[in-house]
């Protein structure tokens, strides 16, 4: 059994996945953090992975490597809430 996940992580990952959602083709870990830093949802490299590996321990994203890079793409379409039920369970 896991860690709780706190509140800000929860809604950090939904706003992730939302950004994932919108991108068909995926994006690349550093592309997706460029993102995420303009809209000031995450600050750090490592609180990204941590919420991506996450999702993908879920079942939602899944992570390709391509030329050396990680790539994520959502692989399951849920509505947010569910995400939320997904997360915490």
Do not use: C, H
Not at 2 to 10: A, D, H, P, V
Request: overall charge positive; cysteine-free.
């Amino acid at each position: 059994m896991g860690r709780r996940k706190s509140k800000l992580t929860i809604e950090r990952a939904k706003r992730i996945y939302q950004i994932l959602s919108e991108n068909k083709d995926g994006l690349s870990t550093p592309a997706l953090f460029n993102i995420v830093l303009k809209r000031g949802i995450i600050r750090e490299y490592s609180t990204l992975y941590q919420i991506l590996k996450m999702l993908k321990e879920k079942g939602v994203v899944e992570q390709r490597s391509e030329k050396g890079l990680a790539r994520w793409e959502v692989t399951r379409i849920v509505d947010l809430s569910t995400l939320e039920k997904i997360i915490t369970s």
